[in-house]
């Protein structure tokens, strides 16, 4: 698929903004990238997800005119040899909406120049696999459509005290969605928790394994999902939302 001229500026805007999230005193600079939250149902033996990615970028990060934030569609897939958390295993061909993905070190992503797949909202997602390895080939077209874009409300600090409760606030819970992720992250370690409501309080003794830096990461994620069973195997689709800000954690 070619993509616009547009498109490209966006994407490299974005990946601009992920290699600021680096600084050189990070230990292992990768740690402190951008990933986005999924649920972990525990009797899969596959997750799909279909993914709108909203992004803050950093200070200084060059900024697309009239675009206060950039929305990137990512997809991903895992499929398990013996249930969730087990090794990944290669289930063939997988697609998104007609788009191919590609294979990384067994989980399945969109490729990086495919931005825009198709992931739209109130929409369903069309997924494709080919099958292998245990898994029987299927299409499945999805009954839940894709969520409204979630996002944070503008007070969101720049900087989180570690010694305090955090309270994370969304503009709106937004529609078609069955709950929501919050996280607070400190490029190493995550903390997670789940309510379908407007705000979320973290407990100073909630996030107190978290380390000081100049690159944590908050973020919310919005999603419904849905499950099938082919050949036996129990395989779990999601849609989601996600804003992310980058933020000081001190």
Known sequence: MKISNFYRILSFVFLLGL?????????????????????????????LAAIKAK???????????????????????????????????????????????????????????????????????DWNVSGGNGFDGFSHTTSKPMPGVVRFQTSVSDQIALGGDVT????????????ILWVISDGREVVTKEARSTSMTFSASEISGLRATSQGIVQ????????????GKKIYFINETVDSKFVELN
């Open 19 to 47: 290699a600021a999230s680096c600084d050189s005193e990070s230990e292992d600079p990768q740690q402190t990238t951008q990933t986005n939250p999924l649920p972990t149902p525990g009797d899969a033996d596959g997750v």
């Open 168 to 179: 994370l606030s969304i503009q709106n819970v937004p529609s078609n969605v069955d709950n």
């Open 55 to 125: 992004s803050n970028l950093p200070e200084g990060t060059p900024t697309v005119p009239g675009m206060p934030d950039i929305l990137i569609d990512v997809a991903n897939a895992n499929f398990y040899s013996s249930g969730i958390n087990s090794s990944l295993v290669n289930a063939g061909d997988v697609s998104i909406n007609a788009f191919a993905m590609q294979n990384v070190n067994g989980t399945y992503v969109n490729n990086f120049t495919d931005i825009t797949l198709g992931i739209n909202e109130g929409q369903a997602n």
């Open 220 to 231: 919310v994620a919005a999603y419904n999902s849905e499950s099938q069973t082919f050949g």
